[in-house]
């Protein structure tokens, strides 16, 4: 199949496939007597494959090394397993951190209630939660 007829059955861009193409995610395609790429079905496969990877927040150098894993023959479960296990930790951090700044957002917010029109260049509430944060 051709580039654009690729694109749409995966709902991408031709030009990302061409940059997965130049960075070795994808191997070059073969070419039509005219000169048209021209893509098989094991094409389609690691384009999905890349999309979910990508969609579950690995890195294209992180998929760079498991297609490079299986092309050797070799299963790339372990290291899949610790990316996982990485993402899962970066996410507890970032959640942790998101629970943290919604405390701190809901303290703000009551205190706005009761802030007068006076207190404050902008408002006292918030001018000052960087120093607040310093000193902590």
């Known amino acids: 199949m051709r ?3 690729l694109a749409e059955r995966l709902g991408i861009t031709t030009k990302a496939i061409r940059f997965y193409e130049s ?3 994808l191997p070059e395609p073969s070419r039509s007597p005219s000169g048209y790429r021209s893509y098989e079905e094991p094409d389609a ?3 999905t ?3 979910t ?3 579950l927040g ?3 150098d992180e998929i760079k090394e498991i297609i490079a894993f299986r092309d050797r023959g070799e299963r790339p479960c372990g290291y899949v397993g610790e990316i996982l296990d990485r993402q899962v930790a970066d996410l507890d951090r970032r959640i942790r951190e998101m629970r943290d700044l919604r405390d701190e957002l809901k303290s703000l917010q009551r205190q706005a209630r ?3 029109p006076s207190d404050g ?3 006292a509430v918030i001018e000052h939660v960087h120093l607040r944060h310093a000193d902590a």
Request: positive net charge; hydrophobic residues 50%; contains cysteine.
């Open 53 to 55: 990877a990508q969609r």
């Open 121 to 123: 260049e902008f408002c």
């Open 58 to 60: 690995l890195s294209l």
């Open 23 to 25: 960075i070795g995610l």
């Open 114 to 116: 009761v802030a007068g």
């Open 3 to 5: 580039i654009g007829q």
């Open 49 to 51: 494959f890349i999309k």
């Open 45 to 47: 496969d690691r384009l």
